[in-house]
């Protein structure tokens, strides 16, 4: 038959000559796949959220359709033909939708009737099962909502981190989480010593999500449900799913020779357990402890007994690897690296994984110290003195920024912080009139390199280059402004000349959402003959001190929220009503009003601009729960806002804010845009004003 090697996935559109064959292929399987309009095929396909696999003789054998929404997928449709089922066709489709929406989604779930018995495909393709409800179909049969978390780190994600503090945290095996279920009440030896109250200072138990599907595989129903409650009561340590099948395939390569029985399920709960945080993994699995040691050497994971960790618990406490990871409470500070703190900083930021020496280190660092005319250093420190990052800026060049160091240590901003340096980098650039930034580090970490790469670096061959043209201008004039730097500046800068070719292209500012894709990528240039559309949007100063504007933040006692003041995207929430025609994607300027904040310096203008990316209308509960990561609100602040007859409100979901140097006050805005407005409400202006303004904001010049 078909190699799964030979099996091509596609993403089709509505134009595709396999579209038919899609729906051909839902109607021989609706029975189970439910009712599906044929147009919604189309529609589904229309946005490129179908695919399929191909065999080289048969044509398309499976598909999968799925839907997102602002942070997740959802699967809606997968279906592989019967004669090739069995043939991992499902897990070519899944693994695809995997690889393309890594990067921008929290993660893939779907609704699965249970009595279709398929838990233990979607436990082998890496999902986990959450949740159980009714269906809404007469027979109500039961649905279990199945998800793969992408593992995408963040602060507010990371509650676990809360119940660590202080604390030692060990993954307990499937055999034990079951014997503490089943002698909760008993006078179970091992049971007894894992809940004494004298180990609760000491030791966090916790799970994998790999436990849920232990769990599915019950079949009383109350039972399945009581054990799902017990697991919910543990940590639940999250582990980076893109690793997963590499770790399990080494483990294989462990295991299976020394003929250990050892189940799928098994070698995913370990596989878990190794991508998560903890590195202690507590088991009773004789034929897991004989070769404990060969894990250790590869993985880096102990597997200790009960009796054997609490000889050790002391000593493995004490260990810099076990210290509990602490989330941030006060603020952090950027200061110049003073002459004198080179050893300090050494051996923190050297990396030795890298092949650089610290010798190395050192002088990089003391010749940026010492060539003041060209260079400036900072750190960014938490607390008295505890360094977090280390970055250095070049400032030799007209055309362009220099990052030739961008360190962050390892920890748990690590991802956040190298987002927010590399914005601030562009910023500053832009800020002072030069076109391009490059970051030159040879030694970069696997965390940084990420986010260079998701903020539109370009891979040159001394580093990465970005271009930031601060200012607002035609697509014909960027487009000149492109080819005139490409030209001027060498074979390196090239790739403006593309770009300079996709302004020209036709009808672009009339696609609002092609010209939005391209506007992001000449960040903080804007395209203002774009159809774009721009708003005024009023704003309390105690909502921008901590989404967006850290001159606000530094006149108060404590400053803006560490775990806000670093992001990249924020969510504002305000009336449904009086929204004067507020859509994504569009330009936001910032009028920070006066509100309960009198003696605040600079309220009363606008502040700052950002770029809108989506707008959710919901309840408060239901937005608040889904946007809790990203806020400063309480659920009681939500609240507050006024709901229209439906009891909704309106959620702006915002990114890279720029926040102008010069604040511009109420009675030049009104000048500017010749309104009498008080700005109680959106408002809604014309490029022509968005540029006046921008310009203003950023030069003090119209």
């Known amino acids: 038959m078909t190699k799964d090697s030979q099996i091509k996935i596609e993403e089709i559109d509505d134009k595709s000559p396999y579209l038919p064959a899609v729906i051909e292929l839902w109607g021989l399987n609706r029975t189970t796949l439910g009712f599906f309009p044929k147009g919604a095929f189309a529609d589904r396909a229309k946005d490129r959220q179908i695919l399929v696999?191909?065999?080289?003789?048969?044509?398309?054998?499976?598909?999968?359709?799925?839907?997102?929404?602002?942070?997740?997928?959802?699967?809606?449709?997968?279906?592989?033909?019967?004669?090739?089922?069995?043939k991992k066709v499902a897990r070519l489709l899944v693994n695809h939708l995997k690889q393309i929406t890594q990067e921008k989604y929290t993660g893939i779930g779907l609704n699965c009737r249970r009595d279709y018995n398929l838990a233990g495909m979607w436990s082998k393709l890496g999902f986990v099962p959450q949740y159980?409800?009714?269906?809404?179909?007469?027979?109500?049969?039961?649905?279990?909502?199945?998800?793969?978390?992408?593992?995408?780190?963040?602060?507010?994600?990371?509650?676990?981190?809360?119940?660590?503090?202080?604390?030692?945290?060990?993954?307990?095996?499937?055999?034990?989480?079951?014997?503490?279920?089943?002698?909760?009440?008993?006078?179970?030896?091992?049971?007894r010593l894992l809940l004494a109250d004298w180990l609760e200072p000491e030791l966090e138990l916790c799970i994998t999500d790999e436990i849920f599907n232990y769990i599915s595989l019950v079949n009383d129903d109350k039972e399945r449900e009581s054990q799902r409650q017990l697991a919910k009561s543990f940590v639940s340590l999250p582990c980076l799913s893109k690793s997963l099948d590499e770790i399990c395939q080494n483990l294989q390569k462990v295991i299976y020779p020394k003929n250990i029985i050892f189940s799928e399920l098994d070698l995913r709960h370990l596989a878990r357990a190794i991508a998560s945080e903890s590195h202690?993994?507590?088991?009773?699995?004789?034929?897991?402890?004989?070769?404990?040691?060969?894990?250790?050497?590869?993985?880096?994971?102990?597997?200790?007994?009960?009796?054997?960790?609490?000889?050790?618990?002391?000593?493995?406490?004490?260990?810099?690897?076990?210290?509990?990871?602490?989330?941030?409470?006060?603020?952090?500070?950027?200061?110049?690296?003073k002459r004198g703190q080179e050893d300090f900083l050494t051996n923190y930021f050297t990396c030795i994984n890298q092949g650089e020496t610290k010798t190395g280190f050192q002088q990089q660092l003391r010749r940026f110290l010492a060539e003041v005319d060209k260079f400036v250093c900072y750190i960014v420190i938490e607390g008295e003195n505890q360094p977090l990052a280390l970055f250095v800026y070049g400032k030799h060049k007209k055309n362009e920024l220099e990052v030739p160091l961008l360190r962050v240590g390892n920890n748990h901003l690590s991802a956040t912080l190298a987002r927010h340096l590399i914005f601030q980098s562009v910023l500053y650039s832009?800020?002072?009139?030069?076109?391009?930034t490059r970051?030159?580090?040879?030694?970069?970490?696997?965390?940084?390199?990420?986010?260079?790469?998701?903020?539109?670096f370009i891979r040159v061959h001394n580093g990465w280059l970005k271009i930031n043209l601060a200012v607002a201008e035609t697509a014909s004039q960027l487009s000149i402004r492109l080819a005139t730097l490409a030209s001027n500046l060498g074979q390196e800068y090239n790739f403006c000349i593309q770009i300079?070719?996709?302004?020209?292209?036709?009808?672009?500012?009339?696609?609002?959402?092609?010209?939005?894709?391209?506007?992001?990528?000449?960040?903080?240039?804007?395209?203002?003959?774009?159809?774009?559309?721009?708003?005024?949007?009023?704003?309390?100063?105690?909502?921008?001190?901590?989404?967006?504007?850290?001159?606000?933040?530094?006149?108060?006692?404590?400053?803006?929220?560490?775990?806000?003041?670093?992001?990249?995207?924020?969510?504002?929430?305000?009336?449904?009503?009086?929204?004067?025609?507020?859509?994504?994607?569009?330009r936001i300027i910032w009028y920070v009003s006066q509100g309960d904040y009198n003696s605040y310096c600079g309220i009363s203008s606008v502040r700052a601009c950002s770029f809108l990316d989506e707008i959710i209308i919901d309840q408060p509960k239901n937005l608040y729960q889904r946007f809790q990561r990203l806020g400063v609100y309480k659920l009681t602040d939500i609240m507050n806002v006024s709901q229209d007859k439906d009891g909704n409100i309106m959620a702006i979901r915002f990114s890279n804010t720029e926040l102008f140097k010069y604040p511009i006050n109420l009675k030049q805005v009104q000048k500017i845009i010749n309104k009498k407005e008080s700005f109680q409400s959106a408002c809604k202006i014309t490029n022509d004003f968005f540029k006046k303004l921008y310009n203003l904001g950023y030069t003090n010049k119209i």
């Open 439 to 456: 970051i030159t580090d040879l030694s970069l970490d696997e965390t940084v390199i990420t986010a260079i790469q998701e903020d539109n």
């Open 132 to 191: 159980e409800k009714e269906g809404k179909s007469k027979d109500k049969k039961l649905l279990t909502f199945w998800w793969f978390d992408h593992g995408h780190q963040n602060l507010f994600s990371n509650t676990h981190i809360h119940k660590l503090e202080s604390k030692l945290c060990v993954v307990i095996d499937a055999n034990i989480f079951f014997n503490l279920y089943r002698d909760e009440d008993s006078s179970n030896e091992e049971s």
């Open 53 to 86: 696999a191909l065999d080289p003789q048969a044509g398309c054998i499976g598909y999968l359709l799925y839907r997102h929404s602002y942070d997740r997928i959802t699967i809606v449709h997968l279906c592989v033909d019967g004669e090739y089922q069995n």
């Open 500 to 586: 300079a070719d996709s302004l020209n292209t036709n009808n672009l500012t009339t696609d609002v959402q092609v010209s939005a894709n391209i506007e992001r990528f000449l960040f903080p240039g804007k395209i203002i003959d774009a159809e774009i559309p721009n708003f005024i949007i009023p704003i309390k100063p105690r909502w921008a001190q901590d989404l967006f504007d850290s001159n606000l933040a530094r006149q108060t006692l404590f400053g803006s929220k560490i775990e806000l003041a670093f992001n990249r995207e924020a969510v504002y929430y305000r009336s449904v009503r009086n929204s004067r025609g507020l859509k994504a994607p569009c």
């Open 280 to 337: 202690v993994f507590i088991s009773n699995k004789k034929e897991l402890l004989d070769i404990a040691d060969k894990i250790y050497d590869k993985f880096r994971l102990s597997i200790l007994t009960l009796n054997e960790l609490l000889i050790q618990l002391d000593e493995l406490r004490n260990k810099p690897d076990y210290q509990p990871v602490r989330l941030a409470g006060t603020l952090l500070k950027q200061v110049p690296v």
């Open 430 to 436: 832009a800020n002072e009139h030069r076109q391009f």
